[in-house]
């Protein structure tokens, strides 16, 4: 019953920036952690950030510096804005969400993935 829905990916040249968002919607008690993972052509999908209820964040070494990942908990939204954007970037963008849902007066937690998003970078 939850969804996450992402928006912002798109064509941007080296050097430039791109805004992603992911809103949450559905049957939600709470959510805890939410972050970003990619997939790049030929690669395993990887950790881009994540960022707890409270604010706390870690970032993949490969982007410290460019990328901040924020949130909205009154909109059950998580952003990555990507600045100073690599050809090395281009990759699906996959929001993630450990989402509490409520069942049968029980919260149980389960992990969401969202679409994808296409990023791409090149001139």
């Known amino acids: ?14 050097g430039g920036s791109l805004r992603l968002s992911c809103a949450a919607s559905g049957s939600i008690a709470r959510i805890n952690d939410m972050g970003w993972y990619r997939q790049a052509p ?15 964040t870690n970032y993949a070494d490969s982007v410290k510096g460019r990328f901040t990942i924020s949130r909205d908990n009154a909109k059950n939204t998580v952003y990555l804005q990507m600045n100073s954007l690599k050809p090395e970037d ?8 450990d989402v ?12 969401y993935w969202g679409q994808g998003t296409q990023v791409t970078v090149s001139s």
Do not use: H, M
Request: net charge positive.
């Open 90 to 97: 281009t990759a699906v963008y996959y929001c993630n969400a």
């Open 1 to 14: 019953q939850v969804q996450l829905v992402e928006s912002g990916g798109g064509l941007v040249q080296p």
């Open 42 to 56: 030929g690669k395993q999908r990887e950790l881009v950030a994540r960022i707890t209820s409270s604010g706390r």
């Open 100 to 111: 509490f849902v409520l069942v049968d007066s029980r919260w149980y937690g389960n992990n």
